[in-house]
């Protein structure tokens, strides 16, 4: 007697549900995460009624100068006669401006990177400027972008002349390459002028 062979298990299928279920919950997640954010911008964006003071103004939207219920009040809440035609100039309150920075309010030095020297022949230098500002950060800040010409005498070629530049306390410079005639020959740097616009 044949007996047919048993026909073979079919493979489990992947169970996709847990995955169709888990991508369900983070995208409501996100989508209720979303729609309250939202909700809160637009909450943060309606007027509310403000707890200081009300305007000295007969118009409670404007802000001095205008025409208040004694007279015009000016920009500093003080008041002017009621017979004014017209209202006073506004003048915005003026902030001194610093000083300009000159060359006296720095010291520079040289940073010697290398220095290797061929007996009588001279060295060849590598030296880049070091930039310390005698006054506070705050200062130096106030001035925005700034450059600095500065000389670096010693070169066997004369004189090289060079600018750094900084914004507050961030000073980018470069190095520089220098070929003295000696061994002896002293390197020295002096600040030529400063600039900020």
């Not at 700034?146 to 507050?168: A, Q, R």
Request: glycine share 6%.
């Amino acid at each position: 007697m044949y007996i047919p062979p048993e026909p073979a298990a079919r493979p489990a299928k992947p169970r996709r549900w847990p995955w169709i279920l888990a991508t369900a919950i983070v995208v409501a997640a996100l989508t209720a995460t979303l729609t309250l954010v939202l909700l809160s911008n637009e909450r943060d964006g309606k007027k509310v009624a403000s707890k200081s003071t009300p305007s000295p103004c007969r118009d409670q939207t404007l802000k001095p100068p205008c025409q208040g219920i004694s007279g015009w009040v000016l920009a500093d809440g003080s008041y002017e006669s009621s017979t004014r035609a017209t209202p006073p100039a506004y003048v915005a309150p003026t902030t001194p401006s610093p000083p300009p920075l000159t060359p006296a309010d720095f010291t520079l030095d040289l940073k010697t990177y290398s220095k290797k020297c061929f007996g009588s022949a001279g060295c060849s230098v590598v030296v880049e400027p070091a930039l310390t500002y005698k006054g506070s950060a705050e200062t130096m800040a106030s001035h925005g972008k700034c450059s600095l010409t500065y000389d670096i005498t010693g070169d066997e070629s004369g004189t090289v002349t060079d600018t750094l530049s900084f914004v507050g306390t961030s000073v980018t410079a470069h190095r520089s390459v220098l070929s003295t005639p000696s061994s002896k020959t002293k390197v020295t740097v002096k600040i030529v002028s400063v600039s900020c616009t």
